[in-house]
């Protein structure tokens, strides 16, 4: 898939404001070089909205149980720092599908390059992994998956920053692109298994991406190089899902 998008200022804070840079704090000195067009810089995980496909899975021709796709791991190498505006172009590639059964899912990873339209200059590299959770058995194998990174279990966390967000942080968020009706419209969330709308992946990726800025790289956003996470809470919700449905199958 190939993707041109032209984007300015505007589109760069709004990502910033859907990521909840300004909520709590919108003059802090802090907030307002995302927000504000004064001395603007864009936040390094705008990268991941940046000459995006869309929700592609809802398409028809891919035959995807797009309501009930997820996030499960997402990573961003910046090759130069994402500008606050320009012309860039995407090249989506999938690079896999692991299937893990008819009642397990499957797992799709897929890279996007970004590249200045003018100059072919590399600007980033976008991986991520999706959990396809409505199309496992369909003939394919897991063998050769990647095995996710371990994460400690038997220390505190380094550091601990907590950043709130808002109610309607969802319905800013999509306004960068992700249009998925999974985290707007009540009636298919709870199709998916949720009780409401849920916030997307990629917006907790971004909130996220805020405190590594803070508490590793002083603020300022040049200085992220990668940034990766695996949304450990999709698939603890799938698990628990899927064993109460055989606990009900088997006691009925």
């Not at 307002?32 to 991941?48: H, I, K, S």
């Not at 000459?51 to 899975?57: I, S």
């Not at 999706?130 to 371990?150: E, I, N, V």
Request: net charge neutral; glycine share 12%; with cysteine.
């Amino acid at each position: 898939m190939v993707n041109r998008q032209v984007f300015t200022v505007r589109d760069t804070m709004l990502y910033a404001l859907g990521v909840g840079a300004a909520y709590g704090a919108p003059t802090d000195p802090d907030t307002l070089r995302f927000v504000y067009e004064d001395g603007l810089e864009a936040l390094p995980t705008m990268a991941v909205v940046l000459a995006y496909p869309g929700f592609w899975a809802k398409e028809p021709q891919y035959g995807l149980d797009w309501k009930r796709v997820l996030a499960s791991e997402q990573s961003i190498m910046l090759h130069k720092p994402v500008p606050c505006a320009g012309d860039l172009t995407g090249i989506t590639t999938i690079d896999a599908i692991y299937d893990k059964g008819a009642d397990r899912g499957a797992i799709l990873y897929s890279t996007r390059k970004i590249t200045d339209t003018a100059n072919g200059e590399l600007i980033a590299s976008v991986s991520s992994s999706t959990f396809l959770r409505g199309d496992g058995g369909f003939g394919g194998g897991s063998d050769g998956a990647p095995a996710p990174h371990m994460v400690p279990q038997d220390r505190a966390p380094d550091e601990v920053i907590e950043l709130p967000i808002m109610p309607e942080q969802a319905l800013i968020y999509r306004l960068s692109g992700d249009y998925n009706p999974l985290h707007a419209d009540p009636a298919i969330a709870k199709a998916a298994g949720f009780p409401k709308p849920i916030l997307h992946g990629l917006c907790t990726y971004g909130v996220a991406g805020r405190a590594v800025l803070r508490a590793l790289c002083g603020g300022a956003p040049g200085r992220l190089k990668r940034y990766g996470v695996r949304f450990s809470l999709s698939w603890r919700h799938f698990e628990s899902e899927h064993l109460a449905g055989r606990r009900g199958s088997r006691g009925a």
